[in-house]
């Protein structure tokens, strides 16, 4: 097993537990007791010479976290006699979760850059914010787009439109479960919940509820009531999801709000099941409406999995960042967004051109919308603004779409909030395959109970047309680029037939993109007989790349599937 002494606490990696990959902390179980166990009697007991003598009772009352001695026996060792006890449902390791880190811009720290207004601009309520126009995923103009991204008009939330509507509700509480919340940022100091029923300082738990000095949330990586982050990350997050409206800095998706600031990712940015578990109990006990989670890795957590249960039961809304790491989530899954609970809804991250950001994990069966989450404008700690890239950009616009949703609608359950999120979405060809419905969340539309229409073609109308052979040297060249254009006239839908492919996986790439040039899908990697996914139109283009590094044998195409 490694080391990895950046993190805290202590961290291995759990190769040996078969199926498992993952980091943990070490000489740590979590262990669940089957009912009517006796506890004393259970944990006196030795198991390998190593004695089992400490736990820390979590606030689900039947779960345990077990400390033993890794130098006298292994993980897997322990864990597997521990699962094979008549008295214990399960044993599983304390595994490390991380954020889902991001790509900081650091150069919008010092340079404030000029961007046309939108048309819309006096027409609808717009934020006086001096840096609104730079964030695109609210409005997209496509003059305001990023550096070196074409952008695409309305590929955003469509906030605008929805705050005539409603702007949100001081009545919803939105726990940021991440790293803290500088609680001090001007944009966001106004925005914070305050527990009333508690005396700040007095280290006395004066309303009953179980923790001390918790005024505006909770510390679970330092088991303390300040949950100020010491990051940077759960500030960025909170302040897409709702910083004032007050004529400085950035606005969020709602003016009216309140942050639950909850710390269970310390200061490096990691933390523990144990910590997210607690996080998730506190913030279900408090009654928040939202639970805002752009953090993952670890492994799968039958413990962590009831805990969003548990809030699930509590009618709690649960988003979580997809990860960064450009995988499929359907095969290589991502914690705790692949959980299957019905208040899950799994968030990958879209570009200011309507496309999958290429860092973004993705699942056609596992993530469920899409989110602007490429060079995100948002606040920092020290009262400070940054621009961050990843899922975790991407998931606080969907918290703060729902927070407003949920300041106009009462009464639904997590799964029918989930299920109008993706109906109401906006369709995004870049998403087709990507995401369950293909679709980037639209504030407006889902206040206004607005299904877009999804034109899509019939499985079964498909005909296959011969066309001029597109296709590589075998082997293709380093730094190449390959362009041809197929057009069917009166074709509706199109999509290439690739014969054979023999790429560099995720360097070298087809890129097949419709008439207007919206991405539609990149090919990379190997197979034949592939079919891409569909293009409405009649025109496809298809673009080869690599680069210098691996040159494999190519690609052949000569034929492309079409309907009329």
């Known amino acids: 097993m490694r080391l990895k002494a950046f993190l805290a606490p202590a961290v291995v990696s759990a190769m040996a537990l078969s199926p498992l990959a993952a980091d943990y902390v070490p000489g740590e179980l979590i262990v669940k007791l089957k009912k009517d166990v006796s506890v004393e009697s259970f944990f006196g007991q030795s198991l390998h010479g190593s004695s089992l003598d400490r736990r820390i009772e979590l606030t689900s009352g039947d779960l345990y976290v077990v400390k033993f001695n890794e130098s006298l026996v292994s993980i897997d060792a322990i864990a597997k006699q521990m699962n094979e006890r008549a008295e214990v449902e399960y044993a599983e390791p304390n595994f490390i979760y991380e954020i889902v880190k991001p790509i900081v811009h650091t150069n919008v720290l010092e340079e404030i850059l000029s961007y046309n207004t939108s048309s819309d601009e006096g027409v609808y ?207 290589k899954p991502h914690y705790p967004s692949n959980y299957n609970v019905d208040n899950v809804i799994s968030v990958a991250a879209t570009t200011a051109a309507d496309e999958l950001a290429s860092f973004s994990c993705y699942g056609r069966s596992t993530v469920h919308i899409g989110a602007p989450g490429h060079e995100i404008l948002s606040t920092v700690k020290g009262g400070r603004y940054a621009s961050y890239s990843g899922t975790s950009m991407a998931t606080p616009h969907v918290s703060g779409v729902i927070g407003l949703f949920l300041s106009e609608n009462k009464g639904l359950t997590p799964l029918q909030i989930r299920n109008k999120v993706m109906v109401t979405s906006d369709p995004v060809a870049a998403l087709r395959g990507k995401t369950i419905n293909a679709g980037r969340i639209n504030a407006y539309n889902l206040l206004t109970d607005t299904v877009p229409e999804r034109n899509e073609p019939n499985p079964e109308d498909w005909q296959t047309v011969n066309v001029s052979s597109f296709e590589s040297e075998h082997p293709y060249l380093e730094n190449q680029t390959l362009e041809t254009t197929y057009t069917v006239e009166g074709a ?73």
Request: contains cysteine.
């Open 125 to 331: 309520y717009t934020p006086a914010d001096e840096k609104f126009g730079q964030l695109w995923g609210l409005r997209n103009t496509g003059s305001n787009a990023p550096r070196g991204v074409s952008g695409l008009e309305g590929a955003d939330v469509d906030a605008l439109r929805a705050w005539e509507i409603t702007q949100g509700d001081r009545a919803i509480k939105i726990a940021v479960i991440d790293t803290g919340i500088d609680y001090n940022h001007p944009d966001l100091r106004d925005q914070m919940w305050t527990n009333e029923g508690e005396i700040p300082g007095n280290g006395i738990d004066d309303d009953g509820n179980g923790y001390i000095d918790d005024i505006h949330g909770y510390d679970f990586a330092n088991n303390d009531g300040d949950p100020m982050d010491g990051h940077s990350h759960g500030t960025h997050c909170a302040g897409t999801i709702g910083a004032s409206h007050n004529a400085i800095g950035v606005a969020g998706v709602m003016r009216d709000v309140q942050f639950v600031g909850i710390k269970f990712l310390t200061d490096s940015g990691s933390g523990s099941t144990e910590a997210a578990i607690k996080s998730i109990d506190y913030a279900t006990k408090i009654g928040v409406d939202i639970m805002s989670n752009s953090w993952g890795g670890g492994g799968r957590s039958e413990a962590l999995k009831e805990a969003i249960e548990r809030a699930n039961e509590a009618g709690i809304v649960f988003t979580a960042a997809a990860g960064n790491s450009s995988t499929d989530n359907d095969s």
């Open 492 to 564: 509706k839908f199109m999509r290439v037939r690739v014969r054979k492919f023999d790429l560099e996986n995720r360097y070298d790439f087809i890129e097949v993109r419709d008439a207007r040039g919206v991405l539609i899908e990149k090919i990379t990697g190997s197979g034949e007989n592939y079919t891409s996914f569909f293009a409405e139109g009649d025109t496809l283009k298809l673009i080869f790349k690599s680069d210098r590094s691996v040159q494999k044998w190519g690609f052949a195409i000569d034929q492309v599937d079409v309907q009329y």
